[in-house]
């Protein structure tokens, strides 16, 4: 789908950024609506970007360090107040 972005996973809660074109993103949106995995899904913010922000991956993942034992390329670990560059990258997108 050409989909790329960042999912972060702290305190039992997943926040996604996710990036491409309109048509690839209202398709995986209605999915995960449709999907009974994901449940309270809130969509946070929408737009247009210049630039993808996490275009070396095609998803990049922060969590908790002791997650990642076994190395796992895109992965991030989180700092002690559950954010890493990668996650405060996503939450600037919409700046």
Known sequence: MGITGHLLYTEEVF??????SPEAIE???????????HYDLEL???GP?????FS???MAFSSYPSLNRFNMPGFFGVDKEGMSAEAERCAQADA
Request: charged share 35%; aromatic share 8%.
């Open 15 to 20: 926040v996604q950024c996710i990036e491409g």
């Open 56 to 58: 070396d991956w095609t």
């Open 27 to 37: 398709s995986l949106w209605k999915s995960l609506q449709r999907d009974h995995r």
């Open 44 to 46: 946070l913010a929408r």
């Open 49 to 53: 970007l210049e630039i993808r922000r």
